[in-house]
T-cell receptor, first 113, second 111 residues
Framework: GNSVTQMEGPVTLSEEAFLTINCTYTATGYPSLFWYVQYPGEGLQLLLKATKADDKGSNKGFEATYRKETTSFHLEKGSVQVSDSAVYFC????????????FGAGTTVTVRA | GAGVSQSPRYKVAKRGQDVALRCDPI?????LFWYQQALGQGPEFLTYFQNEAQLDKSGLPSDRFFAERPEGSVSTLKIQRTQQEDSAVYLC?????????FGPGTRLLVL
């Protein structure tokens, strides 16, 4: 079956620091990969996605590259802001599984001024 | 444009009570998903509709959970005889192809 493993948190950073959240996956088919973000008191929002190997998703300064050889989709941002404090979820969906999402456990990121 | 909406946003139920949670998907989205998110965890799949057809209900934890989407738009998740372990946030998502858009969730607390 499909599964996602992501770096455990919590992660605490200073403003302008570099952020990496590791994510690896197991899938039987050819999944699409996603990062969702949940800001305090808000619902899940799509941050970025990649639908095939070597694709790079990017949004709001965040990037992640779909690496089939290492089955990874690590999230990176070069200079975080306080407003990036949130819970980040890595997820995958597979056309062979009706596109239902399999999520990692989430990583809580706190950015301090 | 309007996103996915869910109601109620919060629900407190006494153990044994029945509850109904509503989801209004994005207009025109054929696919609709329900997920359960326990505190501190990622969402877990419950069930999936394509139009009015429930194509996958493999994630429903027991026969106390029932979902419907009779006209292929609004969906209702019903939990009968609620138990404390049902306390969670219930998320609805509708999708266009492989990308799912989530509602704000209903936070259910069973006392």
């Amino acid at each position: 079956g499909n599964s996602v493993t992501q770096m455990e948190g919590p992660v605490t950073l200073s403003e302008e620091a570099f952020l990496t959240i590791n994510c690896t996956y197991t899938a039987t088919g050819y999944p699409s990969l996603f990062w969702y973000v949940q800001y305090p008191g808000e619902g899940l929002q799509l941050l970025l996605k990649a639908t095939k190997a070597d694709d790079k998703g990017s949004n709001k300064g965040f990037e992640a590259t779909y690496r089939k050889e290492t089955t990874s989709f690590h999230l990176e941002k070069g200079s975080v802001q306080v407003s990036d404090s949130a819970v980040y979820f890595c997820a995958l969906s597979d056309v062979g599984d009706d596109y239902k999402l399999s999520f990692g456990a989430g990583t809580t990121v706190t950015v301090r001024a | 444009g309007a996103g996915v909406s869910q109601s109620p946003r919060y629900k407190v139920a006494k153990r044994g009570q029945d509850v109904a949670l509503r989801c209004d998907p994005i207009s025109g989205h054929v696919s609709l998903f329900w997920y359960q998110q326990a505190l501190g965890q990622g969402p877990e799949f419950l069930t999936y509709f394509q139009n009015e057809a429930q194509l996958d209900k493999s994630g429903l934890p027991s026969d106390r959970f029932f979902a419907e989407r009779p006209e292929g738009s609004v969906s209702t998740l019903k939990i009968q005889r609620t138990q404390q372990e049902d306390s969670a946030v219930y998320l609805c998502a509708s999708s266009s192809k492989e990308t799912q858009y989530f509602g704000p969730g209903t936070r259910l607390l069973v006392l």
